[in-house]
């Protein structure tokens, strides 16, 4: 590894990507798809444990069955990110990642309706019900792997837009769109995290105030409606170059150091 040129991020190139308004909508984009991977990878078996108890199991017999099915989530998800990369590579990260929050708010669906039909029934719980978690959940795994994937291709993409409007020579420009995604990707992906926390915390406060999941899922479904409103308005009804200039420059920050 010795031949491998080593380098850092400035301090002023994280003062510059903090001020970028990209950074803050790609931050909350990463919150729907990272954040949604990593709080359901902790959920999903949490989720269906409650569920089989409720329908009759014991709490060894639950907590069994449950991991036999979770662990299916994070592994599709996982493979499917790759997919993600791919697909943003040929049709426009902003496309895929649109069409991957879309189809979230689809499969959230299932889980409200899934949830709702359980919450009206007296007695065990229904084998619908956990039909349509299993079938929601896993789909959410999957399409938050391709968003996740997709998104994390779309920030090179807005930089390298971006950076044309830079009045700088093109080897500083490169550098400049490098250590500006590289600063990102950093921090977005810190940001994103904290969409595992509120994943969690959202299924605690539903099941302690109403018993049930569903007003989590209904939580879940109107973020996502949010990140489609906004990556369709920024990213696709726009495009990638017309958004890398949403705030003009004229002037580049400090970029990469090599040491």
Known sequence: M??????????????AVVSEPHTWVISLLYIGTFGSFIGFSFAFGQVLQINFIASGQSTAQASLHAAQIAFLGPLLGSLS??????LADRIGGGRVTLAAFCAMLLATGILISASTFGDHLAGPMPTATMVGYVIGFTALFIL?????????KMIPSIF???SHS????????????RSMSGALIGLAGAVGALGGVGVNLALR????????????????????????VLTWAIYVRRGLKSAGELVPAT??????AYV
């Open 144 to 152: 938050s792997g391709i968003g996740n994937g997709s998104v994390y």
């Open 2 to 15: 010795d031949n491998l040129t080593e380098y850092r991020i400035e301090l002023n190139t994280m003062r």
């Open 251 to 256: 002037t580049a920050p400090a970029g990469l």
């Open 160 to 162: 390298e837009a971006r």
């Open 81 to 86: 990110r790759i997919y993600g990369g791919k």
């Open 205 to 228: 406060e539903s099941y302690l105030t109403s018993g049930t999941a569903t007003s989590a899922f209904w939580a879940f479904g109107v973020f996502y409606l949010v990140a489609s």
């Open 166 to 177: 830079l009045q700088i020579s093109e080897a500083e420009r490169r550098q400049w769109s």
